[in-house]
Nanobody, 123 residues
Framework: QVWLSESGGGLVQAGGSLRLSCAASGRSSNIGAMGWFRQAPGKAREFVAVIRWITGSTYYLSSVQGRFTASRDSAKNTLYLQMNSLKPEDTAVYYC????????????????WGKGTNVTVSA
């Protein structure tokens, strides 16, 4: 089993930046991919970004492409999400996620979730 713990959320003005972190513990050797999902009030949880743990290749939601960057420190079993040029529509609870497989684009492909961290972007 893998446990995930996020940090780094907060309140920021539009155009600002935040960096989220996610530390993995437990059977982290089973991780094939890690990434981020988000859930805005009244909306379904949606995919944001994923990184394949071995190769480091990434894939993003089209609306965050070019603004968000996912990266990892394999030695520390830690995932990051650098969020720049934030918009009010980025406001959501951001969840760290992990999968034993290398594909993790949908909620059903996630094996482990963090508790989430709030990101609020004011206009």
């Amino acid at each position: 089993q893998v446990w995930l713990s996020e940090s780094g959320g907060g309140l920021v003005q539009a155009g600002g930046s935040l960096r989220l972190s996610c530390a993995a513990s437990g059977r982290s050797s089973n991780i094939g991919a890690m990434g981020w999902f988000r859930q805005a009030p009244g909306k379904a949880r949606e995919f944001v970004a994923v990184i394949r743990w071995i190769t480091g290749s990434t894939y993003y939601l089209s609306s965050v492409q070019g603004r968000f960057t996912a990266s990892r420190d394999s030695a520390k079993n830690t995932l990051y999400l650098q969020m720049n040029s934030l918009k009010p529509e980025d406001t959501a609870v951001y969840y760290c996620a992990a999968s034993s497989g290398e594909s993790m684009l949908t909620v059903s492909q996630v094996d482990a979730w963090g508790k989430g961290t709030n990101v609020t972007v004011s206009a």
